[in-house]
């Protein structure tokens, strides 16, 4: 185990630096002195952007919010992987103890088709918002539902619900994904409310939109890889697509939508 | 000016029925006629931006951040209250009313309050449909706990992230919306005006923040849902992306700030360790159930903290309150720890920590029965500080969490300005002095899903459709005035960054505006954030453009705001010359320590109006009239 003594250590950033989205882009290497292991990789990067500023230079752009983990805005490529060497975890909670003196960090965006790099590492993914539009929800207005217990859930039901439910729609899963697939992310949804009771009647039609969407999007298909599961920073399960898989196909039987 | 609150006449418990009775309708059919622009796309902003489309309305819904699923409500750990009384341990409407009433220390509006306690059961009725998975009982029951201090479980959970499943739902709502058409969805948009036509809000100027151009939405109301102004302190548990921003031009454009000064700091949060750091984690404060909060006796002990014995340590709030011990209310706690480490006694790295221990409850209950309550946090915990809960102590201090102060708005939520409305953490109308936990969420989803659909009806009927476009001179004359705004930020290239002014100004609101306040030091805050404000148009320094990505620029103006809104809320807290709720001024305590209220000078909501540039605001009162609760004094002893 580590100790919690401060230490500090030096690294080399090769970090991605793109003016917008038709620029072509290119690696900028930017050695970091003294950096407190204490510090997160965020504040890291805050640091570097500190230093830029200071010099007249424009600061790296990065998408990033609540950093504890649950807005799921941040998040780039460290190294290969999507949200850096940590299980588990999105890019805000990585810390620079888990990096040694000396080491030279490679920083890029989330690449896919699908998502449009808009600056450095930021990149657009509205598409999965517009997934969720093609039917990622319950159809019901606000008004007088019945009582919250007229719908008994059981436990077992709502805690995997609440698995699929945990997502929070980061796009990691695409940018590990070989064919930058959203698969996972629809599963996600599609498990979530095909489990509830008050998901099943749009449940055939919901699996096919979603899914439609996607593919519309210019998101890839999934070839079992299984890496979205890998680097995912809410360890949502494959089993979700699974689900998903079996929603579809139970769709193409039942449903007029097809 | 007289401040209205509409408050409706006659019994409390019928109120509502009666304003809804009596309004003004839209007809269905013409309700597709008016348009309506919410800003915001948290609990409040969403609930809203739905209810409002389901309705009939055209909606322009506008987020700071990529995706209206992100913002800080996202973040909201325990849960959330309602009047359900399913455990059948003795809850109601009116207990649920009172006790809210009373944890605000009595500085809120009574009726406003009762309403909030009226729909908290719809707000789960219509969650649970839109398919939030709550935690469940065996049987497939709703479970319930008891939080923050209650007397009886009112409080649903969706495990650690109760505040992410509301928002998904409310943002599923918001999603259909958008997909039909109804809503209109803008993004990664920041406001940066209110356009006031003939004394009535008519709309909005943004800022796309990719591409920096200044945007013109016209509409018949403007909601703003645009969250508290934590971030004041520079450190505090929100997002980076909180600022005070679209409630302050709201303020500069003749909307009334209420109360500012009542700010809720959190008990357990990681302490601040260095500069480099840019936000501070909260725990869940379940976590006071079990850990006992201590520091050394002497003030030098510098031993680690398994090797300082029993009775070298002082567990200060067992001694202080033998009967609520570690559980006393956020402010109590919070007040305590500061007063250890203000003594010297505190510990960390900085001296402004205080210990949260577990050994006791793993020795009695086991290390197994611990990780399954606080597994999750005490990984959160040990990962950020790579220290380990189970073997040592855990480290806390008290961090600015929420924001009780904002928009003064009357009962239909609608601010001084006609046409303008607040919902959720951005208004300031039901928490009073100091907000219980597990209410924030109930209150972002009553006004949003519950309150403004009927209360925008009277003032979109009594007006009309408007005429007035994005091409009136009053819209071209804001975007211009914004854009000016932005080059005089641009062409100071000063020597400090915005950060550094930033963190400047939340050490003199955290010294002198923070949890204990007192007449001397207030009026030092005044003056030091004056002198900082000067030196911030002086000496800042922002690179870049105004065409493009320039997170610099977008955070100079957010801090130029602070930097006069900062002086409001120090002027709020010294004209308050009582101590309430979370507000405490050191001249007013009780012989335990405790919030004295003066319920005869102070039991008023404080209201101030924007008077110009570097003037002194104007201060209004709206007198707290209570009919159904008498004023009694908290205890925890």
Redesign the interface.
């Known amino acids: 185990?580590?100790?919690?003594e401060e230490h500090t250590i030096n690294i080399t950033l090769k970090v991605w630096r793109q003016k917008g989205p038709r620029d072509k882009g290119r690696f900028e290497t930017i050695p970091v002195q003294n950096v407190?292991t204490?510090?997160?990789f965020?504040?890291m990067l805050?640091?570097v952007n500190?230093k830029?500023?200071?010099e007249?230079?424009?600061?790296i752009?990065f998408?990033?919010?609540?950093?504890?983990g649950?807005?799921?805005?941040c998040g780039c490529v460290v190294d290969g992987v999507p949200h850096g060497p940590q299980k588990a975890?999105t890019l805000c909670?990585l810390?620079m103890?888990k990096f040694s003196n000396g080491d030279v960090i490679a920083v890029e965006p989330w690449r896919a088709r699908a998502f449009k790099v808009?600056?450095d590492l930021?990149v657009?993914?509205?598409p999965?918002?517009k997934i969720?539009?093609?039917?990622?929800?319950?159809?019901?207005?606000?008004?007088?539902?019945?009582?919250?217990?007229a719908?008994?859930?059981?436990?077992d039901v709502?805690e995997k619900?609440?698995d699929a439910?945990?997502c929070?729609?980061c796009g990691a899963c695409v940018a590990a994904c070989p064919n930058a697939s959203a698969m996972l992310f629809v599963s996600a949804k599609v498990s979530?409310?095909a489990l509830?009771p008050?998901?099943k009647p749009e449940a055939a039609e919901r699996a096919i939109s979603m899914v439609k969407a996607m593919d519309d999007l210019l998101f890839g298909n999934c070839s079992n890889h299984r890496v979205c599961e890998a680097v995912c920073p809410k360890e949502i399960s494959i089993i979700n697509i699974a689900r998903l898989n079996r929603e579809f196909i139970k769709a193409g039987f039942a449903s007029e939508a097809v | 000016m007289q401040l209205d609150g509409k408050t409706p006449s006659g019994p409390l418990q019928d109120k509502w029925d009666k304003y809804r009775f009596e309004t003004k309708l839209v007809n269905p059919a013409n309700k597709r006629k008016y348009s309506v622009i919410v800003v915001g796309t948290g609990l409040a902003g969403s609930a809203a931006s739905a209810s409002l489309a389901e309705l009939g309305y055209n909606v322009k819904t506008f987020c700071i951040q990529d995706s209206p699923r992100r913002a800080h409500s996202i973040a909201a750990q325990g849960g959330i209250n309602a009047a359900k009384n399913y455990p059948n341990d003795g809850d109601s409407i009116w207990r649920l009313f009172y006790d809210t009433i009373k944890g605000g220390d009595f500085r809120a509006r009574e009726a406003n309050v009762y309403r909030l306690a009226q729909v908290s059961n719809s707000i789960i009725d219509q969650c649970v449909a839109q398919g939030v998975p709550f935690a469940r009982e065996y049987g497939g029951m709703l479970a319930n706990r008891s939080f923050g201090g209650a007397q009886v479980s009112r409080t649903f959970y969706a495990r650690g992230q109760t505040g992410q499943q509301l928002l998904l739902g409310a943002y599923s709502a918001l999603s259909r919306q958008i997909g039909t058409g109804k809503v209109e969805m803008f993004t990664r948009r920041e406001l940066v005006d209110i356009v006031i036509v003939q004394d009535k809000a008519r709309g909005i100027i943004v800022r796309n923040l990719i591409t920096g151009e200044m945007e013109r939405h016209a509409a018949d109301a403007v909601v703003l849902a645009t969250g508290g102004y934590g971030t004041v302190f520079y450190l505090s548990t929100m997002a980076d992306s909180c600022n005070v921003g679209a409630a302050f031009k709201a303020y500069k454009k003749g909307a009334l700030f209420a109360n500012p000064c009542f700010t809720q700091i959190h008990p357990t949060c990681i302490p601040h360790t260095s500069d480099y750091q840019a936000k501070l984690t909260l725990m869940s404060e379940s976590l006071r159930n079990d850990g006992r909060v201590w520091v050394p006796k002497d003030s030098n002990d510098n031993r680690r903290p398994n090797q300082i014995p029993e009775e070298e340590r002082r567990y200060f709030l067992e001694e202080k309150y033998p009967s609520f011990g570690n559980l006393v209310p956020r402010d109590v706690a919070s007040r305590n720890a500061k007063e250890m480490c203000d003594a010297g006694l505190g510990v960390g790295a900085t001296g402004y920590a205080v210990y949260l221990d577990f050994a006791d409850a793993i020795k009695r209950d086991g290390k197994d029965v611990i990780q399954r309550k606080y597994g999750n946090l005490f990984d959160m915990y040990r990962n950020i500080t790579d220290d380990n809960p189970y073997e040592t102590p855990m480290m806390i201090y008290p961090a600015s969490h929420y924001t009780m102060g904002g928009l003064w708005v009357d009962y239909e939520l609608q601010t001084t300005i006609p046409g303008l409305f607040s919902l959720g953490e951005s208004n300031f109308s039901d928490h009073g002095a100091n907000r219980l936990g597990a209410s924030a969420l109930m209150q972002g989803l009553a006004d949003g899903y519950f309150v403004i659909p009927y209360t925008i009806g009277p003032y979109l009927a009594t007006n009309g459709v408007s005429d007035i476009t994005e091409n009136h001179q009053a819209f071209r004359d804001a975007a211009q005035k914004a854009l000016e705004h932005d080059q005089k930020l641009l062409a100071i290239n000063g020597k400090q960054t915005v950060r550094e002014i930033h963190v400047k100004l939340g050490k003199i609101m955290e010294e002198h505006v923070g949890m204990a306040r007192n007449a001397a030091g207030l009026k030092q805050a005044i003056e030091e954030i004056q002198g900082l404000r000067e030196d911030f148009w002086k000496d800042v320094k922002v690179p870049g453009t105004a065409s493009d990505y320039n997170l610099s620029l977008q955070k100079a103006g957010r801090l130029a705001d602070f930097l006069e809104f900062a002086e409001v809320m120090a002027l709020d807290a010294l004209e308050r010359d009582e101590s309430c709720g979370c507000h405490l001024r050191e001249e007013h305590q009780t012989e335990e320590n405790e919030a004295k209220r003066d319920d005869d000078g102070y039991c008023h909501v404080a209201a101030w109006e924007y008077d110009g540039y570097g003037n002194t605001p104007k201060f209004h009162k709206e007198p707290l009239v209570f009919e159904n609760v008498a004023l009694t004094q908290r205890s925890y002893k």
């Open positions: 185990m580590t100790t919690t407190e204490h510090t997160s965020l504040e805050d640091l500190e830029l500023t200071h007249g230079k424009e600061p752009a998408d990033n919010d609540c950093r504890e649950i807005c799921g805005t975890m909670q810390h103890r808009i600056k930021m657009d993914r509205s999965l918002d969720i539009q093609s039917g990622g929800y319950v159809s019901v207005n606000t008004g007088s539902p019945q009582d919250a217990n719908i008994p859930v059981p436990m709502a619900a609440m439910a945990a929070i729609g979530q409310l509830l008050q998901g």
